[in-house]
């Protein structure tokens, strides 16, 4: 692969599949961006790495695949997901539109337990070292997700299945980029507790609402991390 990566042993735990575990890893790898998007994924460099035949390896990067983190080119082979300016603007589109219908729907069918658990969820990002240092915001994926457990919460299976199954990991790629831009993180810790309480006091379209003013804030920060990172690959390509 372009990008140095430090793979781990293979595990001998029955409870886990070696191609599982490839997955796992692999997919972490990628969405924390320890390989970079656009990296060639090389399938004997894996195999040796792992004592992995290439039948359970092919079969965790086509699961990967099916999760939009890898993308196939021909006669290249799989390749890390690296999603032009448009792409991203698009995928922040569909985001504002279907959160905020889930935020909406979870105001009007999380049950007042599963809104206090969703409060936990915050108190717990709170908590978190990197966020108190400055340095990003909470981000463990599934329960301890805000956005998940809202997604959840909405009821709405079709609307589940779109992004907390195919869109899930991709998002949270680029929603990890992101966060570590100055105060940015606060930002969104403030945002999240305000659609939190419009969700507590039942109120849809206020939740609605504040869910797709906060993910347009998130897609104007990505514009600008973008965009300054293309500025800065620009003139050191230019120093050269």
Same mark, same amino acid.
């Given at each position: 692969?372009?990008?140095?990566?430090?793979?781990?042993?293979?595990?001998?735990?029955?409870? +886990?599949?070696?191609?599982?575990?490839?997955?796992?890893? =692999?997919?972490?790898? =990628?969405?924390?961006?320890?390989?970079?998007?656009?990296?060639?994924?090389? +399938?004997?460099?894996?195999?040796?790495?792992? #004592?992995?035949?290439?039948?359970?390896?092919?079969?965790?990067?086509?699961?990967? !695949?099916?999760?939009?983190?890898?993308?196939?080119?021909?006669?290249?082979?799989?390749?890390?997901?690296?999603?032009?300016? !448009?792409?991203?603007? !698009?995928?922040?589109?569909?985001?504002?539109?279907?959160?905020?219908?889930?935020? &909406?729907?979870?105001? !009007?069918?999380?049950?007042?337990? /599963?809104?206090?658990? *969703?409060?936990?969820?915050?108190?717990?990002?709170?908590?978190? +070292?990197?966020?108190?240092?400055?340095?990003?915001?909470?981000?463990? /994926?599934?329960?301890?997700?805000?956005?998940?457990?809202?997604?959840? #919460?909405?009821?709405?299976?079709?609307?589940?299945?779109? *992004?907390?199954? +195919?869109?899930?990991?991709?998002?949270?790629?680029?929603?990890?980029?992101?966060?570590?831009?100055?105060?940015?993180?606060?930002?969104?810790?403030?945002?999240?507790? &305000?659609? @939190?309480?419009?969700?507590?006091? &039942?109120?849809? /379209?206020?939740? /609605?609402?504040?869910?797709?003013?906060?993910?347009?804030?998130?897609?104007?920060?990505?514009?600008?991390?973008? @965009?300054?990172?293309?500025?800065?690959?620009?003139?050191?390509?230019?120093?050269?």
């Amino acid at each position: 692969m372009n990008d140095s990566l430090t793979l781990p042993s293979p595990v001998s735990d029955d409870s +886990e599949t070696l191609s599982e575990h490839v997955f796992r890893k =692999i997919q972490s790898a =990628i969405v924390k961006g320890e390989i970079a998007p656009g990296s060639k994924i090389s +399938e004997p460099e894996l195999a040796r790495t792992y #004592g992995i035949s290439r039948g359970p390896l092919r079969e965790a990067i086509h699961r990967l !695949e099916g999760q939009k983190l890898l993308v196939r080119v021909p006669h290249v082979g799989a390749r890390v997901v690296s999603l032009s300016h !448009e792409e991203l603007l !698009e995928l922040y589109e569909i985001r504002e539109s279907l959160e905020g219908m889930a935020c &909406r729907l979870a105001a !009007e069918r999380m049950s007042q337990a /599963e809104i206090d658990e *969703l409060r936990r969820v915050l108190d717990t990002h709170e908590r978190d +070292e990197a966020f108190q240092a400055g340095r990003g915001y909470y981000q463990q /994926e599934g329960d301890y997700d805000f956005h998940y457990r809202i997604i959840q #919460g909405s009821g709405n299976r079709t609307l589940t299945r779109m *992004l907390c199954g +195919e869109l899930y990991q991709l998002v949270r790629m680029y929603r990890l980029q992101f966060s570590a831009t100055p105060n940015r993180p606060r930002q969104a810790f403030a945002e999240h507790h &305000r659609i @939190l309480d419009a969700i507590a006091d &039942r109120d849809g /379209e206020l939740a /609605e609402l504040l869910m797709r003013r906060h993910i347009g804030a998130s897609k104007r920060n990505m514009e600008r991390h973008y @965009l300054d990172a293309q500025a800065k690959t620009a003139n050191e390509r230019g120093d050269q």
